[in-house]
């Protein structure tokens, strides 16, 4: 069966410049991932430009991209460095030229040293410190950009990072992640009017991760519903001014009253026979259920501004692009406004906490030489993103 998809619709792919480019002064410098390698050197993608720009724009019109923060602005409130700003002017103008269109993210995990040691997000004070760079950001490159994201995944941020304890700053305390989350709420709606007011045409939104939590047993009930309330429903409250409603999508987790997931419970997700990735259970008709949840909640145009699955085994990517377009495909007959598709990953990055072993793109990137590969999970996408159509 061939899918066809609408002339407007957005495919693209994405990456972080966290995970990309060598780790300069921020906070996930010298962390060592589960794989044993250090958050240093990630893709040397700041030395290989070029080649990457042509990876990109051959894969799909569209891409999702960051910048640096703490490589671009190296003290609180100083002006744009200026050796950065040049380079960053090279790949943003190198892609323009290849007639990508950009989605620029603004925050995608990684603070500045001086921003983590002055408290980062749990300091409500430190607010202007990130819009003052924003500003900066905006006024220097905002002419590259078609539409923007505030944050990436705050809501898995804050979580991760100041309740679960398993991102930097590494806290492990419920009222500092809910001021976070509050803190990057107010953040968003400044800079969402600072957008507005300089590209009034051009449309803001955040990347909500999204997930489906489920109950494997009586035992995971509370549990469940407790991951979904706080995940899914309170998070996203903070970030409602948008002109659409970016999520990304990876698993369904289930409870026992324990999360479930080929990481850290392999044995249990084998003894059910779930099917998996590298890290979680493999349910892509999730996408369809949290595409129809938030479009119901807040009927905003969705984009899906990541998706993708962690394998060393390509042939599971290419089922799993298959799988997915089925659901993004359905959710559009069915009148829901989806506008657009970024798979993660343009290439094998630095996958935060868990390393470069843990590989999620459509082109190989090896963690010693740095050689890009393509891999047939790259030919399939670049035709579906190009011709907006797919066989399955």
Known sequence: MKLKFPETFQFGTSTSAYQIETAFQHDWSGVKARDGFIFNRTTDHEK???EDIAIIASLAPHY????MWSKL?????GKLDPETTTKYHDLLSGLKNR???IMMVIHHF????WFAKAGGWAVQKNIQLWCDYARKLVDEFGAYVSSWNTFNEPNLYATLGYLLGEFPPFRKNMYTARKVIENMGKAHDIVYDLLKSTYPDKPVGISHNSAVFAAENILGEMAAS???MWYMDFMPK???RSDFFGLSYYARVAFDPLPITNLYSPEKIAKLKKPHDDIWEYYPQGLYEVIERYWTKFGKPVIITENGICTNDDSQRVKAIQDYMVEVHRAINNKIDVRGYYHWSTWDNFEWTLGP?????LYGCDPMSMERTKKPSADLYTRLAHDREIEV
């Open 357 to 361: 072993t843990y590989k999620f793109g």
């Open 110 to 113: 990684g603070n500045p040293l």
């Open 64 to 67: 999702r991209m960051g910048l």
């Open 48 to 50: 290989r430009i070029g």
């Open 238 to 240: 903070h970030f409602l």
């Open 73 to 77: 602005q190296r003290e609180p409130s």
């Open 226 to 228: 407790f991951a979904d």
């Open 99 to 101: 007639n990508v269109a």
